[in-house]
Structure formats: structure tokens, C-alpha cells
């Protein structure tokens, strides 16, 4: 029993203590035993009685350090946990700002789109403003044009005899000249 490794645990002391308590005789006509070995049995109890705190110790040691890991480990799953939360929470934002800016990109292009089509359609107004302003324009430009066309058509230039007129010279062939035609003088 000089060495640690060679000397038995505590278990094994007491497994020993209990094999010569059974392997005792009792005495003859009575129910007790005679203890032969008594030095030895107390020599394996007091052995045992010096390692059991000891190995409570280091029991109790180890339970701790137990503990402490589990503990150890509760709070890095709870890290984790609240790390893998916080990672979703961050995706679901995104999800839900780039959802919003969706939204506000089909909202502004059909703001667009309305605005388009309104300015187009007053554009098209405008032209048609326009176009009918001078068609009226046009319209009795035309019909003036045809009145004096029509004039011109309907009364022939007239036809002066030169002895009716103070001037001799002034017609070539018994026709009105151009310049006498607006001629005001003349009745």
C-alpha cells in the first residue's frame, strides 16, 4: 500500500473489509461471529476512512466542474440561439425592405406611367386645339379664295370701245388693260 496506482480505491477496501466479514465462522451454539482478522478489517476501515474524503473531493470536484460545463455550454446555446434569432430577424428586415422597396418601385412606375399617359392625352388635347384652330383658319382662307375665285370666273373683264374712252391708246385691242381694270375713274 505504498503506491497509489498499487493500492486499492476506497470501493475496493470495503469490498475487502466485507469478504472477511462473510468469510467469519460463527460460534458454536450462538448466532455471533468470531472475528479472527479484526487488525486488518480496521486497518482497511481506517484506510478507507482516509481516502472516502478525499475521493468525495474529487467527486464532488468533478460534479462541479460538471456543472460549470453545462452551464458553460447552456450559455453558448443560448448565445447561439439568440445569435441564430437575431440573424433571422435581420433577414426577415431585409425581406421586408426590399418587399417595400418593390412596392414603392411598381408605385413610382405607375405614377410615372399615369403621368405619361396624362401629358400625353394633353398633348394630344392641345394639338387638336390647334389643328381645329387652323383648320377653321384654313377653312375661310378657302372659302375666301373660292369666293374670289368664283368672282373672277362669274364676271368677265369688260370690253371698251376706244371712242367711248377720252384717251386713245390706252387699250390694245379693245380690251381693258390691268391697269385700268381697279382704274376707279372709270364708270
Known amino acids: 500500500m505504498d503506491g497509489a496506482s498499487a493500492a486499492p480505491d476506497t470501493e475496493g477496501l470495503i469490498r475487502r473489509v466485507i469478504e472477511i466479514i462473510e468469510g467469519t465462522r ?14 486488518e478489517v480496521l486497518e482497511l476501515l481506517d ?10 473531493k474529487q467527486a464532488r470536484w468533478m460534479l462541479k466542474e460538471r456543472e460549470e460545463f453545462l452551464a458553460k455550454m447552456h450559455r453558448e446555446g443560448e448565445d447561439i440561439l439568440q445569435a441564430a434569432r437575431l440573424q433571422a430577424e435581420r433577414m426577415v428586415q431585409r425581406t ?18 399615369d403621368e405619361a399617359r396624362r401629358l400625353r ?9 390647334k389643328l381645329a384652330a387652323f ?14 375665285r368664283e ?10 370701245d376706244p371712242s367711248d374712252v377720252g384717251i386713245a391708246g ?3 385691242n379693245g380690251v381693258v388693260g390691268e391697269d385700268d381694270f381697279f382704274d376707279q375713274d372709270l364708270t
Open 47 to 56: 484506510e478507507a476512512s482516509q481516502r472516502l474524503p478525499e475521493e468525495t
Open 26 to 39: 460463527t460460534l458454536p451454539l450462538s448466532s455471533s461471529v468470531k472475528l479472527d482478522n479484526k487488525e
Open 135 to 148: 383648320e377653321v383658319v384654313l377653312d375661310r382662307t378657302l372659302k375666301t379664295v373660292t369666293a374670289g
Open 151 to 160: 368672282k373672277l370666273s362669274v364676271t368677265p373683264p369688260r370690253v371698251v
Open 121 to 129: 392625352l394633353e398633348a394630344e388635347d392641345y394639338c387638336d386645339q
Open 96 to 113: 421586408e425592405i426590399v418587399r417595400e422597396a418593390q412596392q414603392a418601385a411598381r408605385r413610382i412606375i405607375e405614377e410615372a406611367r
Open 170 to 172: 390706252s387699250y390694245t
